[in-house]
């Protein structure tokens, strides 16, 4: 079974350009999940995605980041425009359902802004 | 506020020692509880859960945790180490009705050959 992939695994810019990432979840997997993990610090949850409804995206700064999940299936984080504090991993992970499913994690995008 | 609390940053054991990594969590119930490992260049990975019922829970890779109710802790063990199981450690938990896991910071292992 394939795993959760991600692209690009890494990237550097420079503060106020934008970039996106992308994920592809497990197949059959309902619930699509975007962390933010800093260096030093658990993951935490931007927003979270049931098919393609959002279910959570309390913690989404949502003047500058932007994320879809189009029919469905894969979908796209944005971070537009990219500020210093944006240096990070972003994790996508899926699971089957809500709640108590696990959670399957992709390696993840390692951002670093200039 | 509901919080988890890993309260070692970093721990080093030697190859072939016993390991217990400390998890309390702050929750009005009991909450479902998670460990999870991030090894280099690897994504998260699940080692085990604790949903109800027994509260000694076994994992993948040879590690299990126990649930202490009056303690309010999830620490996870292994009896003997492996150079290999070097990684971040992270434990989680989810209120059941809020479908938002809390993560912990994290405790960093380093094995001693």
């Known amino acids: 079974e394939a795993g959760v992939a991600q692209s690009p695994r890494y990237k550097i810019i420079e503060k106020r350009q934008s970039v996106a990432f992308w994920c592809n979840p497990i197949s059959g997997h309902a619930t699509l999940y975007w962390y933010q993990q800093i260096l030093g610090q658990g993951p935490k949850l931007l927003i979270q995605?049931?098919?393609?409804?959002?279910?959570?995206d309390s913690q989404l700064p949502k003047d500058r980041f932007s994320a879809e999940r189009l029919k469905g299936v894969d979908s796209t984080l944005k971070i537009q425009p990219a500020k210093l504090e944006d240096s990070a991993v972003y994790l996508c992970?899926?699971?089957?359902?809500?709640?108590?499913?696990?959670?399957?994690f992709g390696p993840g995008t390692r951002l670093t802004v200039l | 506020a509901q919080s988890v609390t890993q309260p070692d940053i970093h721990i080093t054991v030697s190859e072939g020692a016993s390991l217990e990594l400390r998890c309390n969590y702050s929750y009005g119930a009991t909450p479902y509880l998670f460990w999870y490992v991030q090894s280099p260049g690897q994504g998260l990975q699940l080692l085990l859960k604790?949903?109800?019922?027994d509260t000694l829970v076994q994992g993948i890779k040879g590690f299990e945790a126990e649930f202490k109710r009056s303690q309010s802790s999830f620490n996870l063990r292994k009896p003997s180490v492996h150079w290999s199981d070097a990684a971040e450690y992270f434990c989680?938990?989810?209120?059941?009705?809020?479908?938002?896991?809390?993560w912990g910071l994290g405790t960093s292992l380093a094995v001693n050959p």
């Open positions: 604790y949903f109800s019922g």
């Open positions: 989680a938990a989810n209120a059941g009705n809020n479908r938002k896991l809390i």
């Open positions: 995605f049931q098919n393609n409804g959002v279910v959570d």
């Open positions: 992970a899926s699971s089957l359902g809500l709640a108590l499913d696990e959670q399957f």
